[in-house]
């Protein structure tokens, strides 16, 4: 028993991992506004499925070093990944029954608040990011989320994370 | 907390050191894929690479001999005139990991950190230019912002005449705005910008970048000036760090701070028209006055 849940962790740990090396990716520069938020969707995936296991604690220590990673504010993914991860948790079990487009329209809604979230820290230490495509990542995200879905069910299916 | 003091800088190097194997990991394929164009390239190429590398060290030793003579020349001046400004730093060269910080703004990871003895605040150059300043030191990374990023304010003076001004990132390109030039100043296209050395952070000197247009409103009280950055930071995967000498920083500190601390904004309302207009600066005349000769070819 123990050593399934740690795989599971270890499972979890390794696709958080690979969301952090993908947001690291260097693209070419007309690229770079598109960058879904990789992590975001990844936590947002595993706390859906095994809110259980992964949540708001969680969201926290993983916002904390999304934001060394992407020289942010400290604390300011962190705040706004807490929010969005509590409110899925929260609604995990209606969302789960939902078809992948509306899944898809609720990361929409979920990228956006942590969007303007960060806006609002940006704007308060003067760091206004400048131009539309700071709201990019929304759209790019939604469009993702299947996919990201997709790859996530099997990996918990393959390696029976739960 | 992490934005006005430094309580959290243990934390948030601690937490950029188990950052450095994510960034390792994405460095990879680019410091492989280098490693092996340079295996693979033919002994021709080599050649040529150092036969034209030759020429250019024939050339920037010949530059050399005269600008010791003239650092000579310099220093006795000022010896002369009892100036406390010294010329002559340590170097060190980092090596950029290719990793993709916020795409709003201008930041850069190093592989230096603070075991090589960086810290924060410390300049950061290339082969023609500076680049911007470390931010953040963690044991064997740190990061470091460009003075392209909109949050990054310069002091800056005019090569030609020693006119002062603030170079203030903007997110477009490598453009630099100096937002607080009077409409009268006498600024014009194609003037060279170098480092003014106030605020103590930017030894004086350095070139920054070009003026690229000068726009006179009547209507408005500043010169809208943009400038064109001389360094590559795009270009060039190594970056230059500097360590200003202790005796000229320890003569500029009591000059008020014109650079603020890279994450706080230069609220523009605030800072840099003082620094602009009404900076006292002791040593300042003789260094400007005299910074020109000096650096020009």
Known sequence: MTSASSQSWWVIFFTLVAAFVLTLLPLPGWAGPYHPKWVMLVLLYWSMALPHRVGIGVAWLVGLFLDVIEEALLGQNALSLVLVVFIVTTLHQRLRLFPRWQQALLVLALTFIHQTIGLCVRTTIGCAPVGGGYWLPVLTSALFWPWVFAVLRDVRRRYLVN | ?297
């Open chain 2, 1 to 297: 907390m992490d934005y006005r003091t430094q309580h959290l800088a243990t934390l948030r190097a601690s937490l950029l050191t188990m950052a450095y194997p994510v960034q390792f990991v994405v460095d990879l394929p680019v410091a492989v894929a280098g490693w092996v164009s340079e295996m693979l390239s033919s002994r021709q190429s080599l050649l040529e690479e150092n036969a034209s590398l030759k020429v250019q060290q024939v050339l920037l030793k010949a530059q050399l001999q005269r600008f010791v003579a003239l650092e000579a020349e310099n220093m006795r001046l000022r010896a002369l005139l009892d100036s406390p400004f010294r010329i002559g730093e340590r170097v060190l060269i980092a090596e950029l990991l290719s990793v993709d910080l916020d795409p709003f703004s201008r930041k850069i990871v190093i592989d230096k950190g603070s075991t090589d003895g960086l810290f924060p605040g410390q300049p950061l150059l290339d082969a023609d230019g500076v680049i911007g300043q470390v931010l953040h030191v963690a044991p064997i990374t740190s990061t470091a912002v460009l003075i392209t990023d909109p949050s990054h304010a310069l002091p800056v003076q005019v090569a030609r005449n020693g006119q002062r001004a603030i170079a203030v990132g903007s997110a477009a390109g490598n453009c630099l705005d100096l937002p607080y030039i009077l409409n009268t100043a006498d600024v014009r296209e194609g003037d060279v910008l170098i480092t003014s050395g106030m605020g103590g952070r930017f030894p004086p000197g350095y070139p920054v970048g070009r003026v690229t247009s000068v726009v006179r409103d009547p209507s408005q009280p500043f010169a809208q000036v943009r400038a064109e950055t001389s360094s590559h930071p795009e270009r060039s995967r190594q970056v230059l760090l500097l360590w200003p000498r202790n005796d000229q920083a320890a003569s500029l500190d009591p000059v008020p701070t014109v650079v603020v601390a890279p994450p706080v904004p230069t609220s523009p309302t605030v800072s840099p028209p003082n620094s602009a207009s009404s900076l006292p600066a002791p040593p300042a005349p003789v260094v400007t006055a005299n910074q020109p000769a000096v650096h020009r070819p």
